[in-house]
Protein backbone atom coordinates (compact mmCIF):
# COMPACT_ATOMS: atom_id res chain seq x y z
CA UNK A 1 0.00 0.00 0.00
CA UNK A 2 2.73 2.64 0.67
CA UNK A 3 5.49 1.06 -0.98
CA UNK A 4 7.76 0.71 1.88
CA UNK A 5 10.08 -2.24 2.53
CA UNK A 6 9.21 -3.92 5.85
CA UNK A 7 10.21 -7.12 7.46
CA UNK A 8 8.74 -9.37 10.32
CA UNK A 9 10.06 -12.59 12.98
CA UNK A 10 10.49 -15.83 11.74
CA UNK A 11 7.87 -16.49 13.68
CA UNK A 12 5.41 -14.69 13.21
CA UNK A 13 5.91 -15.81 9.50
CA UNK A 14 5.78 -19.18 10.45
CA UNK A 15 2.34 -18.86 12.28
CA UNK A 16 0.91 -16.48 9.41
CA UNK A 17 2.17 -19.08 6.74
CA UNK A 18 -0.04 -21.68 8.33
CA UNK A 19 -2.97 -19.95 8.95
CA UNK A 20 -2.54 -17.89 5.13
CA UNK A 21 -0.59 -20.03 3.07
CA UNK A 22 1.27 -16.95 1.88
CA UNK A 23 3.36 -13.73 3.25
CA UNK A 24 2.25 -10.68 4.47
CA UNK A 25 1.42 -8.32 2.03
CA UNK A 26 1.07 -4.98 4.43
CA UNK A 27 3.28 -3.33 6.56
CA UNK A 28 1.09 -2.50 9.52
CA UNK A 29 -2.81 -2.53 10.12
CA UNK A 30 -3.33 0.91 8.79
CA UNK A 31 -2.06 -0.07 5.79
CA UNK A 32 -3.86 -3.19 5.60
CA UNK A 33 -7.15 -1.60 6.22
CA UNK A 34 -6.74 0.68 3.34
CA UNK A 35 -5.26 -1.93 0.75
CA UNK A 36 -8.64 -3.85 1.96
CA UNK A 37 -10.63 -1.42 1.22
CA UNK A 38 -9.26 -0.32 -2.20
CA UNK A 39 -9.66 -4.12 -2.94
CA UNK A 40 -13.03 -4.28 -1.96
CA UNK A 41 -13.94 -1.16 -4.04
CA UNK A 42 -12.16 -2.90 -7.09
CA UNK A 43 -13.70 -6.50 -6.63
CA UNK A 44 -17.60 -4.20 -6.14
CA UNK A 45 -16.64 -2.33 -9.62
CA UNK A 46 -18.07 -4.20 -12.48
CA UNK A 47 -17.87 -3.14 -16.36
CA UNK A 48 -21.37 -2.61 -18.16
CA UNK A 49 -21.62 -5.20 -21.10
CA UNK A 50 -23.43 -2.59 -23.69
CA UNK A 51 -21.55 0.63 -22.92
CA UNK A 52 -18.55 -0.67 -21.06
CA UNK A 53 -18.85 1.50 -18.33
CA UNK A 54 -17.24 1.00 -15.41
CA UNK A 55 -20.03 1.10 -12.13
CA UNK A 56 -20.10 0.44 -8.41
CA UNK A 57 -22.17 -2.68 -7.65
CA UNK A 58 -25.07 -2.35 -5.75
CA UNK A 59 -25.15 -2.96 -2.01
CA UNK A 60 -27.26 -4.08 0.86
CA UNK A 61 -26.79 -2.77 4.05
CA UNK A 62 -28.44 -3.19 7.21
CA UNK A 63 -27.57 -6.99 8.30
CA UNK A 64 -24.60 -6.01 9.97
CA UNK A 65 -22.28 -6.32 7.29
CA UNK A 66 -21.69 -4.70 3.73
CA UNK A 67 -23.51 -7.12 0.96
CA UNK A 68 -23.03 -6.59 -2.89
CA UNK A 69 -24.79 -7.87 -5.56
CA UNK A 70 -22.42 -9.41 -7.46
CA UNK A 71 -24.39 -10.77 -10.32
CA UNK A 72 -25.16 -7.14 -12.20
CA UNK A 73 -24.13 -6.64 -15.36
CA UNK A 74 -25.67 -3.44 -16.68
CA UNK A 75 -25.82 0.03 -15.53
CA UNK A 76 -29.52 0.21 -16.14
CA UNK A 77 -32.78 -1.10 -17.95
CA UNK A 78 -31.95 0.59 -21.03
CA UNK A 79 -28.41 -1.19 -21.59
CA UNK A 80 -30.11 -4.14 -20.76
CA UNK A 81 -32.79 -3.70 -23.16
CA UNK A 82 -29.92 -2.82 -25.99
CA UNK A 83 -28.06 -5.87 -25.26
CA UNK A 84 -30.69 -8.25 -25.42
CA UNK A 85 -32.04 -6.42 -28.97
CA UNK A 86 -28.25 -6.99 -30.16
CA UNK A 87 -28.08 -10.51 -28.93
CA UNK A 88 -31.45 -11.22 -30.72
CA UNK A 89 -30.31 -9.73 -33.72
CA UNK A 90 -27.46 -11.90 -33.81
CA UNK A 91 -29.27 -15.44 -33.52
CA UNK A 92 -32.05 -13.74 -35.87
CA UNK A 93 -29.20 -13.27 -38.58
CA UNK A 94 -27.52 -16.89 -37.90
CA UNK A 95 -31.12 -18.24 -38.76
CA UNK A 96 -32.00 -18.85 -35.26
CA UNK A 97 -35.53 -17.23 -35.06
CA UNK A 98 -37.89 -17.62 -32.16
CA UNK A 99 -41.24 -19.26 -33.29
CA UNK A 100 -44.54 -20.24 -31.55
CA UNK A 101 -48.01 -21.30 -32.48
CA UNK A 102 -50.97 -19.22 -32.50
CA UNK A 103 -54.39 -20.22 -34.20
CA UNK A 104 -52.12 -22.78 -36.18
CA UNK A 105 -49.67 -20.76 -37.99
CA UNK A 106 -46.35 -20.09 -36.84
CA UNK A 107 -45.09 -16.84 -35.77
CA UNK A 108 -41.78 -15.38 -35.57
CA UNK A 109 -40.14 -12.41 -33.48
CA UNK A 110 -38.24 -10.01 -35.41
CA UNK A 111 -35.87 -8.32 -33.74
CA UNK A 112 -36.16 -4.40 -33.30
CA UNK A 113 -34.05 -1.89 -32.94
CA UNK A 114 -33.29 0.71 -29.60
CA UNK A 115 -36.98 2.37 -28.67
CA UNK A 116 -39.09 0.28 -30.93
CA UNK A 117 -41.61 -1.90 -30.02
CA UNK A 118 -41.67 -5.59 -30.29
CA UNK A 119 -42.64 -7.11 -33.41
CA UNK A 120 -44.24 -10.34 -34.89
CA UNK A 121 -45.05 -11.81 -37.75
CA UNK A 122 -46.39 -14.92 -39.82
CA UNK A 123 -43.39 -17.08 -40.74
CA UNK A 124 -44.89 -18.18 -44.40
CA UNK A 125 -45.17 -14.16 -44.92
CA UNK A 126 -41.60 -14.06 -43.91
CA UNK A 127 -40.11 -16.51 -45.80
CA UNK A 128 -42.21 -15.07 -48.84
CA UNK A 129 -40.65 -11.60 -48.05
CA UNK A 130 -37.11 -13.29 -48.26
CA UNK A 131 -37.62 -14.95 -51.31
CA UNK A 132 -38.68 -11.90 -52.99
CA UNK A 133 -36.40 -9.67 -51.24
CA UNK A 134 -38.83 -7.11 -50.36
CA UNK A 135 -41.80 -6.61 -47.79
CA UNK A 136 -45.03 -7.79 -48.97
CA UNK A 137 -47.43 -5.29 -50.70
CA UNK A 138 -50.81 -4.85 -49.33
CA UNK A 139 -52.61 -6.29 -51.82
CA UNK A 140 -49.91 -9.93 -52.03
CA UNK A 141 -51.14 -13.15 -49.62
CA UNK A 142 -49.03 -16.09 -49.39
CA UNK A 143 -51.28 -19.20 -49.06
CA UNK A 144 -50.56 -22.96 -47.84
CA UNK A 145 -50.09 -25.55 -51.06
CA UNK A 146 -50.79 -28.12 -48.73
CA UNK A 147 -54.01 -25.94 -46.54
CA UNK A 148 -53.83 -29.01 -43.93
CA UNK A 149 -50.45 -28.48 -42.98
CA UNK A 150 -49.52 -24.37 -42.31
CA UNK A 151 -46.89 -25.00 -40.07
CA UNK A 152 -45.09 -26.50 -42.92
CA UNK A 153 -43.25 -22.95 -43.88
CA UNK A 154 -41.15 -24.39 -46.54
CA UNK A 155 -41.26 -22.41 -49.99
CA UNK A 156 -42.45 -24.91 -52.12
CA UNK A 157 -45.62 -25.41 -50.26
CA UNK A 158 -46.06 -21.57 -50.60
CA UNK A 159 -47.83 -19.79 -53.06
CA UNK A 160 -47.41 -15.87 -53.57
CA UNK A 161 -51.07 -14.85 -54.80
CA UNK A 162 -52.85 -11.36 -55.30
CA UNK A 163 -56.32 -10.24 -53.63
CA UNK A 164 -57.71 -11.34 -50.97
CA UNK A 165 -56.70 -14.39 -49.61
CA UNK A 166 -59.81 -16.33 -50.91
CA UNK A 167 -61.02 -15.36 -54.21
CA UNK A 168 -57.57 -14.24 -55.02
CA UNK A 169 -55.39 -15.46 -57.90
CA UNK A 170 -52.30 -16.98 -58.24
CA UNK A 171 -49.08 -15.28 -59.50
CA UNK A 172 -47.74 -18.25 -61.17
CA UNK A 173 -51.46 -18.31 -62.79
CA UNK A 174 -51.99 -14.81 -63.76
CA UNK A 175 -48.20 -14.57 -65.23
CA UNK A 176 -49.38 -16.31 -67.93
CA UNK A 177 -52.34 -14.48 -68.75
CA UNK A 178 -50.54 -11.22 -68.37
CA UNK A 179 -48.34 -12.47 -71.47
CA UNK A 180 -51.54 -13.36 -73.21
CA UNK A 181 -53.02 -10.16 -72.59
CA UNK A 182 -49.58 -8.12 -73.56
CA UNK A 183 -49.14 -10.30 -76.95
CA UNK A 184 -53.44 -10.08 -77.85
CA UNK A 185 -53.17 -5.54 -77.26
CA UNK A 186 -49.88 -4.70 -78.08
CA UNK A 187 -51.13 -1.23 -79.16
CA UNK A 188 -52.21 -0.54 -75.61
CA UNK A 189 -48.61 -0.89 -73.84
CA UNK A 190 -47.76 2.42 -72.83
CA UNK A 191 -43.79 3.60 -73.14
CA UNK A 192 -43.42 3.59 -69.52
CA UNK A 193 -44.12 -0.40 -69.55
CA UNK A 194 -42.27 -1.29 -73.24
CA UNK A 195 -38.95 0.65 -70.85
CA UNK A 196 -40.29 -2.03 -67.70
CA UNK A 197 -40.20 -5.15 -70.30
CA UNK A 198 -37.03 -4.28 -71.91
CA UNK A 199 -35.18 -3.64 -69.24
CA UNK A 200 -36.75 -6.84 -67.48
CA UNK A 201 -35.74 -8.68 -71.18
CA UNK A 202 -31.91 -7.48 -70.37
CA UNK A 203 -31.71 -8.60 -66.75
CA UNK A 204 -32.58 -12.58 -68.26
Known amino acids: MCGKPFSYKPAYLTEYWKKYGKDPIYCSIPCSAAGRRADTEAKSTFVCLQCGKANPMKRYEGTGRTVYYRAQKFCNVKCKADWQRAQAKERFDAGDLTRRVKRGYIVVRIPTGPGELRREMLEHRYVMEQF ?9 TVHHRRAFDKTCNDLENLELRTGNHGPGGAIEDIIPWCLEM ?3 YPQFITTTQREALARLAESG
Open 132 to 140: LGRPLLPTE
Open 182 to 184: LTL
